[in-house]
């Protein structure tokens, strides 16, 4: 058997040679002085080479252990060799295989099942998040420090929700990448319970007690400001609505109602496109989804209003600047905050509103509203 020093003292000559070990292990010596580790076997009744590696890179010690794994894959009817070559392929694999690649194909998969805002929104946050620390490692060789390492960096900005939801998208490409034979473990789901927990969400304010709604509303139709500002805040009231359906509703939304005359129109309704809707993707474009919002005379009589401002147009309460451009979502925030309600009730609050009064009737709100 060969020692350390003798594998040191081997120099080059004019042939190449080689320095026998033991059990078909040898190490070749080229005449140019590279040095290299070898193993000599029989598979299948034919003889056969396995290179381990240069020396001094791979060790004597470490010539022998890797023999003894070959002899022991002999042993199970297994080739050393092919076993070696596989090796090397689910390497240069891994090596392809970052978790950017990965994520990368994930979204691709999952994008149209996703509206575009919020397709837009998982990626730019594994871009802006993730990408950058680990998007360039194999993701077979991710584990759990890091990445719980990636999610610390978002903690420390105070974005303690973003760090959850970018955790939710890491484990979904874990899972992808296990599917796929990329990898065996998802890190990102054990280190959930490691992150700061999520603050409890503030409600946004609303008002919900009737006569102080009747009291907010004589302020906003007394205070300086847009007409079209008045009637959008009017008709958020009258139709409880989500302040993006009421900023951006077209006039072509309203059926059943006679826009020259000044009658009830008991059948008025607005149509609200699935596709404006909270939806899964793959329903917005169903029709069925659509919502429909019974409209009170009240509210058609602010359209019928609204009309002779912006009828020419095709949104209804659009912006100073453009006709076909939505009203500014700050423009009733600003409008209440103005009014004196900042910090007491925002255009959203009108919902909250209605369900509290609507959920809870008293005998004296009941009164007031018959009234």
């Not at 081997?10 to 320095?19: G, I, M």
């Not at 978002?154 to 303690?160: N, Q, T």
């Not at 209003?305 to 009203?327: C, Y």
Request: hydrophobic share 45%; proline share 5%.
């Amino acid at each position: 058997m060969l020692s350390e020093m003798a594998v040191r003292q081997a120099k080059a000559k004019d042939k190449d040679y080689k320095l026998s070990d033991s059990e078909g292990l040898y190490l070749f010596v080229a005449k140019s002085g590279h040095r290299s580790w070898r193993l000599k076997y029989r598979f299948a009744g034919k003889e056969r080479r396995l290179i381990f590696g240069a020396y001094p890179e791979v060790s004597l010690k470490e010539a022998r252990d890797r023999k003894i794994e070959a002899r022991k894959q002999l042993a199970e009817g297994r080739d050393p060799g092919l076993e070696a070559k596989k090796a090397a392929i689910a390497r240069a694999m891994s090596a392809a295989n970052t978790f950017e690649v990965v994520a990368r194909s994930w979204f691709a998969l999952q994008e149209d099942r996703w509206t575009p805002v919020h397709a837009k929104d998982v990626i730019s946050s594994l871009e802006k998040e993730v990408f950058p620390w680990i998007g360039a490692l194999p993701i077979a060789e991710l584990d759990e420090p890091m990445v719980l390492s990636v999610l610390r960096k978002i903690e420390k900005r105070g974005a303690i929700e973003t760090a959850h939801r970018v955790r939710q998208r890491m484990s979904a490409v874990f899972v992808q990448a296990i599917a796929e034979g990329l990898a065996v473990r998802d890190p990102a789901a054990v280190v959930g319970k490691a992150l700061k927990p999520v603050p409890r969400g503030r409600k946004r304010p609303a008002i919900v007690k009737i006569e102080c709604l009747h009291d907010m509303i004589r302020k906003t139709e007394a205070e300086l400001a847009s007409p079209l500002t008045k009637l959008a805040s009017r008709f958020a009231a009258l139709t409880a609505q989500r302040l993006g359906a009421i900023r951006c509703v077209a006039w072509a939304e309203f059926e059943n109602i006679d826009w020259d005359g000044d009658g009830l129109c008991p059948q008025a309704l607005w149509r609200i496109p699935a596709g404006h809707m909270k939806l899964a993707s793959e329903l917005k474009q169903d029709e069925k989804f659509d919502h429909l919002v019974p409209l009170a005379p009240e509210a058609v009589a602010v359209l019928r209003t609204a009309k002779q401002l912006t009828g020419r147009g095709p949104i209804v309460f659009p912006s100073n600047r453009s006709a076909r451009v939505p009203m500014s979502e700050n423009t009733l925030s600003y409008f209440y905050n103005r009014c004196g309600y900042q910090g007491r009730h925002v255009p959203h609050g009108w919902r909250a509103s209605f369900s509290t009064i609507m959920n809870c009737p008293s005998s004296e709100h009941l009164a007031q509203m018959v009234a």
